[in-house]
């Protein structure tokens, strides 16, 4: 009996020892899987922290988009009128989600859609639109209702002048509708902050602080202070995004802080730590309440973990992993993929592909954003289709999409991406959609996917730019080598004009009838230091493309003023002699030109007849009408005007006689022509004959020989100018050469 009672005992006993030890390994089971569980939801919130600060910055700049496109569309008015803006901003208000929109004139007066009047002189979006940067404010109060609200602010561009700005207004709540957390059964909350702490988009959810006037202040009133907040400071000045646990009110909650990237805003996301872990509680629970079950509850607790997790991380992996658009992989995704197709097919020849869509803009403003989307989910299944095994593609930003190919030839990719394109054109009767791609050939495996794709990108900014009708372009190293020398020269052009290291340089002007000088073309020399004389060649494409150009006609102007005053205060006696000066078509935009080289001439003292300005034949067949208008008022104020480049491009001598010119420069091209054949000869009697008979001057340029010399002087040309009788030299020299 005893024995069995001890037998019996043992059983239980053990049974009891094989339920706790299962017990024991199911709850450290169960706790390791609670607390993977715990920092996959923790990781799933900062996800959604991003995902909503994207969210909210590719909304702005939709709307900036928008704006931009209406301020771009009214500006293209040649007389600007505010009631017709209006009109046109009050249509676009029933397409779009903005409270009010109008007009800001450039001295703060603002005229809105609503029939109001404000002055928004003091607000600072007004100001930056005003400097030419769209924007959007941080949280303003309505000065008509007094209800919460943001502005965007665009610019209006006329004639390369801001003359006003489109405004719009977007209330608190649309902004706080859009940083709800869609997730943790509605317990999660969002705002946005700026940098400083202050609020720029409150919630209303119930289990938020409320309203507040620095967050910052909130925290250390919750006991946020000493390291901790430190760190966040730290971060947030950094723009680091980060997380962090405290409690409020008894509750522990986990703050993210993600920055948005517009402003300096931050978007703020707080749940209840009760909230994450609440899947995880429930399953200790179960664990307590089946310990009858317990080996069962393991198996199932097991399947149902495995299966949270899968679930959780392909929500990761898609959010990490692919694009929100077309569904295929992310730039993230690419260039994993990329790097190991390369790393494991050495054996194979590659090429790295950028290309964009030709006016997708234009896409977008007149058949919507959701119409732009279909164009990029239809290139993208188009891409998709024509690669093959050991290729991948993805869209890297916009309307720019990377692709890595298996390379046979140059021809064998052209074939390749025009198949794609063609297939594309097949979803779209309305418009035709056309790409523009950079191709790189993949030489050197080891070099970073990051590295392949700027080269390919270079590769299609130059084809975005070729006048040719390619649309694409092979790397060359040249390419990149043209970068940096080009970056360069617009990294030091400003310290070099304010070092004077751009010089004027003299090349003599000859009268046929005795060859003495009477005049000569200022022309712009770069002397840098530790590199000597950069030929314009180098220099002035780059200066025309971003604009520097400006600075340098006038300066060049200034300094041949400051020349024709030296020699007029020079007891050499000097003969001083009339200087041309060109001016480039960016110049010529400017309304008030005659009237800023009048002042810079004044300055010096100067009499206008001494200085002639020299317009391209390009700039002034561009726009006739508008030339003579600028060619009337230099005129005007007694500068002579001469016409350079005559027969490069559009001349027409019908045309001439309508300019009031002193001088036609007849281009080099023609002078070369006069050797080769007795054509040629005829060509330029003819030019300059009926040049003689508008009553205009005509001066031959690039002269080199003593036949064209004879040649010209027999055609009854007044003025030549070449290195037969004189390369451009320095100031220096002219003055020894006149003098002899």
């Avoid at 900036?64 to 600007?80: H, K, P, Q, V, Y």
């Amino acid at each position: 009996m005893n024995n069995n009672k001890n037998r019996k005992l043992y059983i239980i006993i053990l049974i009891v020892l094989f339920i706790s030890i299962l017990i024991v390994l199911g709850y450290i089971f169960i706790s390791q899987a609670i607390d993977g569980l715990y920092q996959e939801k923790l990781n799933y919130l900062m996800e959604l922290s991003v995902k909503s600060s994207q969210n909210i910055k590719k909304q702005i700049n939709g709307d900036l988009s928008t704006i931009d496109a209406i301020a771009t569309f009214i500006s293209d008015d040649e007389e600007f009128d505010v009631s017709n803006a209006l009109s046109i901003l009050k249509n676009e208000m029933n397409k779009e989600s903005f409270k009010r929109m109008g007009i800001i004139m450039p001295d703060g007066t603002a005229y809105s859609t609503d029939n109001k009047i404000f002055n928004f002189s003091d607000r600072e979006y007004f100001i930056k639109a005003m400097n030419g940067v769209s924007n959007v404010s941080d949280r303003l109060i309505d000065k008509s209702d007094g209800k919460e609200i943001n502005v965007y602010a665009s610019p209006i561009y006329q004639d390369d002048n801001i003359i006003g700005v489109i405004f719009a207004t977007k209330s608190q709540e649309q902004f706080s509708e859009a940083i709800k957390i869609e997730s943790f059964h509605g317990e999660g909350y969002s705002y946005i902050i700026k940098s400083d702490g202050r609020p720029v988009v409150n919630t209303d959810n119930s289990n938020s602080i409320g309203y507040f006037q620095n967050l910052f202040d909130v925290m250390k009133k919750y006991g946020i202070y000493g390291e901790k907040f430190d760190k966040i400071l730290k971060d947030i000045s950094a723009g680091k995004d980060g997380d962090f646990e405290y409690v409020r009110n008894g509750i522990r909650r986990q703050l993210c802080y993600t920055k948005i990237g517009v402003n300096d805003w931050y978007i703020i996301s707080v749940v209840p730590v009760s909230v994450i872990s609440l899947q995880s509680n429930r399953l200790v629970e179960s664990l307590i309440i089946l310990t009858s079950f317990i080996v069962f509850v393991i198996a199932a607790v097991s399947f149902i973990m495995n299966n949270t997790l899968q679930k959780n991380n392909k929500k990761l992996e898609k959010l990490a992993f692919y694009d929100s658009v077309t569904g295929y992989s992310n730039l993230q995704k690419f260039n994993i993929d990329a790097k190991n197709i390369i790393l494991h097919n050495q054996d194979s020849c590659f090429v790295m592909i950028m290309i964009d869509i030709n006016k997708f803009k234009v896409i977008n403003d007149i058949y919507g954003y959701v119409e732009g989307n279909n164009v990029l989910k239809s290139i993208a299944e188009a891409i998709n289709a024509n690669l093959t095994k050991n290729e991948t593609f993805c869209r890297v930003s916009s309307d720019n999409f990377n692709i890595l190919m298996k390379y046979e030839s140059n021809e064998e990719i052209i074939k390749r991406l025009e198949k794609i394109i063609n297939n594309v054109n097949c979803y779209f009767d309305t418009y035709k959609i056309e790409i523009i791609a950079g191709i790189y050939t993949v030489i050197d495996a080891s070099l970073d996917i990051n590295v392949l794709s700027d080269r390919a990108n270079i590769s299609r900014s130059i084809a975005k730019k070729r006048n040719d009708g390619c649309w694409y372009h092979f790397f060359k190293e040249e390419n990149r080598l043209n970068i940096l020398k080009e970056k360069e020269i617009e990294n030091t052009m400003e310290k070099a004009l304010y070092n004077g290291e751009f010089e004027v340089y003299l090349q003599p002007k000859y009268s046929l009838i005795n060859e003495k000088i009477i005049g000569a073309e200022a022309l712009v020399r770069w002397n840098k230091p530790g590199v000597g004389l950069i030929p314009p060649i180098e220099f002035i494409p780059i200066f025309e493309r971003n604009g520097f150009i400006r600075k340098l006609d006038l300066y060049m102007f200034e300094s041949v003023c400051k020349l024709l005053a030296n020699w007029n205060r020079s007891s050499s006696n000097i003969l001083a002699v009339p200087i041309s000066v060109n001016v480039s078509r960016t110049n010529l935009s400017s309304n008030d030109l005659a009237q800023i080289l009048k002042k810079i001439s004044q300055k010096y003292n100067i009499n206008p007849k001494f200085l002639e300005i020299e317009l391209t034949e390009s700039a002034v067949f561009a726009d006739v009408d508008n030339m003579i208008d600028i060619m009337t008022k230099i005129k005007n104020e007694g500068f002579l005007v001469s016409i350079d480049d005559f027969g490069s491009g559009y001349s027409s001598l019908s045309v001439i006689k309508k300019l009031p010119t002193d001088f036609v420069k007849i281009d080099k091209s023609f002078i070369d022509e006069v050797e080769k054949d007795e054509r040629g000869e005829k060509i330029i009697f003819s030019i300059v004959s009926m040049i003689k008979l508008l009553g205009i001057s005509s001066v031959a340029e690039g002269v080199e020989t003593e036949n064209q010399i004879n040649l010209l002087k027999n055609a009854g040309c007044d003025i030549v100018q070449g290195f037969y009788f004189s390369k451009p030299i320095t100031a220096l020299e002219f003055e020894k050469l006149i003098k002899k």
